[in-house]
Structures are given as structure tokens and as C-alpha cells.
């Protein structure tokens, strides 16, 4: 009997295809996704061209899908086993006004409310002052203009040159958008700052 609701409740509002793809995935086993490479100055832990990150970042990006943003974090969860345990600071890449209006959310800051642990801290360190013409609608030598003077820097105290800062995006493309925000973060922060640019997928 509950099989045949869910088939009509399946026919009636069906599952948006990126949920459908996840939503039997567990985070314990979606650590198999995790594959570290760098772009330009950037790390990816994963690699957009699969279907089921991609669909996990679609869903976390434009539904709001909690179980998306789970999985997500333990990329980020498993690359902080890999490197040397100290107080990290996040810095979620912000969204235009416009857009956070328009989506409601960051979906880099939900995929980091999964993270407890005492030497993690979320920051938002920067701000985006304008509104950007959405990077994948530009050819890529238009990339880095449409975000030059994007971010502005926020000023927080007690920000010391002994803290780990990563910046976090969730797609990484040509690099443009993540290069333009760590420039700001080098030009207010202290000159010795270990500045770590981080992406959850090329």
C-alpha cells in the first residue's frame, strides 16, 4: 500500500531529478567522491564531471536540499584530516544582495553549518558590493573583469596571522570569482596569514 502512495505521489509532484540521484547516498560512502586536484591556485576535493557531485551540488545550490549539503560537508570534513589540525577559520565566497535575496541562502555557508568542530570557526569575512552577471554566462576571458572590485573586505577583531583562513566556493571554473575575493582577504589581512583557496568541485 505505501508503495503504491509513493508511486502516486511520484506521478503527481515528481522528485526533481539532482534530489532523485542523491537521495539514497550516505555521507559515510560518499567519501568516495573525494579526489583533491588543484586549479590554478585553488584545491577541488571533487570532480564536477560526475554526476552524483553534481547533482549534490545542484540540489544543495538551487533546492535547498539539506541531505545534499550533508554529503557535501564530508568532502570538506575528509580534507581536513588530511592536513595538519589548527584554528581555521571559514570564509563562505558571499553572494550578491540580489541573489541571496533572490535564493534566500548561501549555499556554501549550509554545506559548513554541517561542520562541528571546536577548531572551526565561520567567518564572513567578505562581502560581494555588486551585482555579477552569473560566471557561467560569460566566455572565460570575460570572467575575470565581471568580478574585479566584487568583494570588499569585512573587518572582524581578533583576526591573528596564526589562524588558518579558507576561502570556500562550491564550483571552481576558471578561478576567477574565488582569485578576486582572495585578493581582498590578502590586502587586510597580515602579510604571514595562511590564506587557503578551496573548492568542493572542478
Known sequence: ??????????????????IKT???????????????????????LS???????KSAITANKFYNYEQASVLLSTLI????????????????????????HSRGYNQVARVLTHIQDPNIKVIPLIARTKDT????????EQR????????????HPN????????LLDDVITTGAT???????????LPKQTEIISLALAH
Request: hydrophobic fraction near 40%; charged fraction near 20%; proline fraction near 9%.
Open 1 to 18: 500500500m505505501l508503495d503504491i502512495f509513493s508511486k502516486v505521489v511520484e506521478l503527481l509532484a515528481p522528485t526533481q531529478p539532482s
Open 22 to 44: 542523491i537521495r539514497h547516498e550516505k555521507p559515510e560512502q560518499f567519501v568516495r567522491f573525494f579526489t583533491p586536484h588543484k586549479v590554478t591556485d585553488t584545491t577541488a
Open 47 to 53: 570532480d564536477y564531471s560526475n554526476q552524483i557531485i
Open 77 to 100: 570534513k575528509h580534507w581536513l584530516e588530511t592536513i595538519p589540525t589548527k584554528s581555521t577559520i571559514f570564509v563562505p565566497v558571499p553572494l550578491s544582495p540580489k541573489r541571496l
Open 133 to 140: 552577471v552569473p560566471q557561467t554566462e560569460l566566455p572565460r
Open 144 to 155: 575575470f573583469s565581471n568580478v574585479a572590485d566584487a568583494f570588499t573586505y569585512i573587518h
Open 159 to 166: 583576526i591573528t596571522a596564526d589562524v588558518r583562513i579558507v
Open 178 to 188: 574565488i582569485h578576486s575575493a582572495k585578493l581582498v582577504l590578502q590586502e587586510n
